[in-house]
T-cell receptor, first 119, second 111 residues
């Protein structure tokens, strides 16, 4: 079974500062993807960043970067130079990476972390 | 550039009523799925499909029905709505090499 745990229900950060959101996971798969999704008040699910488990290099997307620790099954998201528009619910998720199988679309989500950005 | 189109955005049902949430994608993705989002529980998988004519149950399938007659469409049916089905519902599509793309969500209230 796959599980994803986000232990921080809420986090806050000052504008222009850096914040790190935590995520741990468990899986029996050898190959898998990890994701961070952002959900603003509009309810839309927006991909922030993705990481292939076989890649040792941490993914980055502009102000967003991850710290992927495969052995520890940890996948934290760092937001640098926080902006008011970063305020949202953030979900960590994982899914198997298997071409031709039937499980590759099964996302397992964490409980979510609400991020507040103070001006 | 529609992506995943999900309707309606809001719905109020009375207990025992039935309804269908519509989902369509134009990216030729083989994989489609339905999730429900409840406070403190993240998103949980209801049903999924790996192609036309193939569906299977996810984590919380009871009270829901799906079918997939085409690659593009994957409707979710509530057979007899219950207050426990009050939630936000998301449709998603993906390929094995892509992330999931989500519809805009449906806020369903069952009274």
């Amino acid at each position: 079974a796959q599980t994803v745990t986000q232990s921080q229900p809420e986090m806050s950060v000052q504008e222009a500062e850096t914040v790190t959101l935590s995520c741990t996971y468990d899986t029996s798969e050898s190959d898998y993807y990890l994701f961070w999704y952002k959900q603003p008040p509009s309810r839309q699910m927006i991909l922030v960043i993705r990481q292939e488990a076989y890649k040792q290099q941490n993914a980055t997307e502009n102000r967003f970067s991850v710290n992927f620790q495969k052995a520890a099954k940890s996948f934290s998201l760092k937001i640098s130079d926080s902006q008011l528009g970063d305020a949202a619910m953030y979900f960590c998720a994982q899914r198997p990476q298997e071409a031709g199988g039937t499980s590759y679309g099964k996302l397992t989500f964490g409980q979510g972390t609400i991020l507040t950005v103070h001006p | 550039n529609a992506g995943v189109t999900q309707t309606p955005k809001f719905q109020v049902l009375k207990t025992g009523q039935s309804m269908t949430l519509q989902c369509a994608q134009d990216m030729n993705h083989e994989y489609m799925s339905w999730y429900r989002q409840d406070p403190g529980m993240g998103l949980r998988l209801i049903h999924y499909s790996v192609g036309a004519g193939i569906t299977d149950q996810g984590e919380v399938p009871n009270g829901y029905n799906v079918s997939r007659s085409t690659t593009e469409d994957f409707p979710l049916r509530l057979l007899s709505a219950a207050p426990s089905q009050t939630s936000v519902y998301f449709c998603a599509s993906s390929s094995w090499y892509t992330e999931a793309f989500f519809g805009q969500g449906t806020r369903l209230t069952v009274v």
